[in-house]
């Protein structure tokens, strides 16, 4: 079957027509192969977002945006068409949120909608909008008060320094430059006083090494002066030593308390007068003695009559 030109040209310009209907709805974000419902949002500013901006669901794209415009029933309000894509369970508690995805490619909206609501909101309905603080808007919030705090530490050094000006007078200013060359003179001299050190013991390198071996040889005398004492077992020794002090204790405690032999010396006061009084006789004993012997010794060749006795007094003892 042969094709006329008139029914080519009706076909190429019908094609044409198509192709151009489906670029200009896929330009303004509709795909005529696809079906979509249109919901409402209004927001009191929609800087960024622009028409075609994505429509997304945790991240997925699943519509455009279809118009924005000033609102007639919203005064003071933008009015935000867009479509999503027919199959996706959009509720009437759903909530249209205006978002930055980055700090460049403009905003999109972003839908939250509740698992919890079953009631699905029909095509053309209004939903509720929100608006989201972008990055630039967050960074622009925390940038402020450090921005502040970086003008009003400006403003006082600016103060400080103006202060230091005034205080520091020409004379003040050279006293400054004097220290600071004295300070440079003093750490020329300590470098000079650091290579003499060096130099010091460069000479005394051989010095020092058998000052270090004599000190490494007295450290191991120590060592083995300590594995004898921990050899010798001080431990057993102060044992012992304190048995020996518990026992001296235990006898004091006995004297004092006038157990035994000892004790009783010590702490019986009859035992003591009984001493003392048979010691006083006996001096008055050996005083008698020596000053009439003839009582206790009697010796006569001529057979002299015998003196009668008499007892010593205590007058004739000679004072100490």
């Not at 994505?54 to 919203?74: D, F, M, P, Q, R």
């Not at 006083?280 to 012997?293: A, S, T």
């Amino acid at each position: 079957m042969k094709y006329t030109k008139e029914i080519k040209a009706a076909v190429v310009v019908i094609a044409s027509l198509s192709l151009l209907f489906w670029g200009y709805g896929y330009l303004k974000g509709k795909d005529i192969f696809s079906q979509y419902n249109s919901y409402t949002v209004y927001f009191d500013n929609v800087e960024g977002l622009t028409n075609s901006a994505a429509v997304t669901i945790n991240g997925l794209s699943v519509g455009k945006i279809e118009y924005i415009k000033l609102s007639a029933s919203h005064p003071g309000k933008m009015e935000v068409s867009f479509q999503v894509d027919s199959s996706i369970p959009v509720t009437k508690s759903t909530i249209a949120s205006l978002y930055e995805p980055g700090f460049i490619g403009g905003k999109q909206i972003m839908l939250l909608i509740n698992p919890a609501d079953t009631q699905l909101a029909p095509s053309g309905s209004e939903l509720k909008g929100v608006v989201k603080s972008g990055l630039t808007e967050l960074v622009a919030e925390k940038l402020a008060p450090i921005q502040q705090k970086l003008e009003l530490f400006l403003e006082r050094s600016t103060i400080l320094l103006n202060n230091v000006n005034s205080v520091l007078d020409d004379k003040a200013k050279a006293d400054i430059k004097n220290s600071i060359a004295e300070l440079n003179a003093t750490m020329q001299e300590m470098h000079q006083l650091s290579a003499s050190a060096n130099i010091l013991l460069n000479d005394n390198a051989k010095n020092l090494t058998g000052a270090m071996a004599d000190i490494k040889t007295t450290s191991g005398n120590f060592a083995k002066i300590s594995d004898s004492l921990q050899k010798a077992d001080l431990g057993k020794t102060i044992r012992t030593l304190e048995s020996s002090l518990e026992k001296v204790n235990v006898l004091l405690a006995n004297l004092n308390e006038g157990k035994g032999t000892m004790g009783k010396l010590v702490k019986d006061e009859a035992l003591y007068n009984n001493l003392q009084k048979t010691s006083k006789e006996m001096e008055l004993l050996l005083q008698d003695v020596r000053l009439h012997p003839t009582r206790y010794v009697n010796v006569s060749l001529f057979g002299k009559k015998e003196k009668p006795y008499a007892a010593p007094v205590a007058d004739t003892l000679i004072k100490k």
